[in-house]
C-alpha cells in the first residue's frame, strides 16, 4: 500500500516526463500558480490561467484537473467541465479540491525544477 503523497509523487513525475512544453517557462508558471490559489481562489485561478491561451499555463490547468479526476475529487472530462464542477460543490468539496491541487502541485513544482521533464 502506498501514501497518498506517493500517489501524488508518482503521478507528478509521470506527466512531467510526457511533457512536451519549454522546460524554463513552466517552471515558472508552476511555481507561482500556487500563490494565485491562494490570493484569488482556486476555481478563479484556473479560469485566469485559461484565459491567457498560454501553452504553460494550460498543461498546469490541465495536470491539476486530471489529478483530481484520477483521486475521484471531480469527474471532469474538459477543462470547461473543471470549471462548471468548481462553481457547483459546495465549501468543504471545493476547499477539499483545493487543498489536494496544492499538494499534487508541490510535487510537480519539486520534480520541475530538479528538470524531470520529457526528452
Given at each position: 500500500?502506498?501514501?497518498?503523497?506517493?500517489?501524488?509523487?508518482?503521478?507528478?513525475?509521470?506527466k512531467l516526463a510526457?511533457?512536451?512544453?519549454?522546460?524554463?517557462?513552466?517552471?515558472?508558471?508552476?511555481?507561482?500558480?500556487?500563490?494565485?490559489?491562494?490570493?484569488?481562489?482556486?476555481?478563479?485561478?484556473?479560469?485566469?490561467?485559461?484565459?491567457?491561451?498560454?501553452?504553460?499555463?494550460?498543461?498546469?490547468?490541465?495536470?491539476?484537473?486530471?489529478?483530481?479526476?484520477?483521486?475521484?475529487?471531480?469527474?471532469?472530462?474538459?477543462?470547461?467541465?473543471?470549471?462548471?464542477?468548481?462553481?457547483?460543490?459546495?465549501?468543504?468539496?471545493?476547499?477539499?479540491?483545493?487543498?489536494?491541487?496544492?499538494?499534487?502541485?508541490?510535487?510537480?513544482?519539486?520534480?520541475?525544477?530538479?528538470?524531470?521533464?520529457?526528452?
Open positions: 500500500m502506498r501514501t497518498l503523497a506517493q500517489q501524488r509523487s508518482q503521478f507528478a513525475l509521470e510526457s511533457l512536451q512544453v519549454d522546460p524554463t517557462k513552466f517552471k515558472t508558471e508552476v511555481t507561482g500558480f500556487p500563490s494565485l490559489v491562494l490570493q484569488n481562489g482556486f476555481g478563479q485561478a484556473v479560469a485566469f490561467n485559461l484565459s491567457k491561451k498560454v501553452e504553460e499555463k494550460e498543461t498546469i490547468v490541465e495536470l491539476v484537473r486530471q489529478w483530481l479526476v484520477d483521486t475521484k475529487k471531480l469527474n471532469a472530462k474538459s477543462n470547461r467541465e473543471f470549471l462548471m464542477e468548481l462553481s457547483r460543490m459546495s465549501v468543504s468539496k471545493y476547499l477539499s479540491a483545493q487543498r489536494e491541487a496544492l499538494a499534487f502541485l508541490d510535487w510537480v513544482k519539486r520534480y520541475a525544477n530538479a528538470g524531470l521533464f520529457g526528452d
